[in-house]
């Protein structure tokens, strides 16, 4: 979980790295990251979501750690540390 101007950064950071790609390339590889976004958790800690459609009325996500690591990118805690 991060606070808000972590959560920007790590969005920033992966907007272009992930968009497009694979939502999970094990158990959904024909489901392609179509947006990502910040979410509130609780008061003041976001965690950074990517979503895929996987139909007219259902949305897959995933949390951008997991994402990150299969598709070997860099992790969120190692963004933040740049």
Do not use: W
């Not at 392609?32 to 910040?38: C, F, P, T």
């Not at 008061?43 to 994402?67: E, K």
């Amino acid at each position: 979980m991060y606070n808000y101007n972590q959560a920007v950064e790590i969005f920033k950071y992966y907007s272009d790295k992930v968009i497009g790609k694979t939502i999970n390339p094990i158990k959904a590889k024909d489901l392609l990251i179509g947006h990502i976004k910040i979410v509130e958790l609780t008061n003041n800690t976001f965690n950074v979501y990517c979503y895929a459609q996987g139909s007219a009325s259902v949305d897959f996500y995933r949390d951008i750690t997991s994402v990150a690591k299969d598709l070997n990118l860099l992790s969120p805690s190692e963004v933040l540390e740049e």
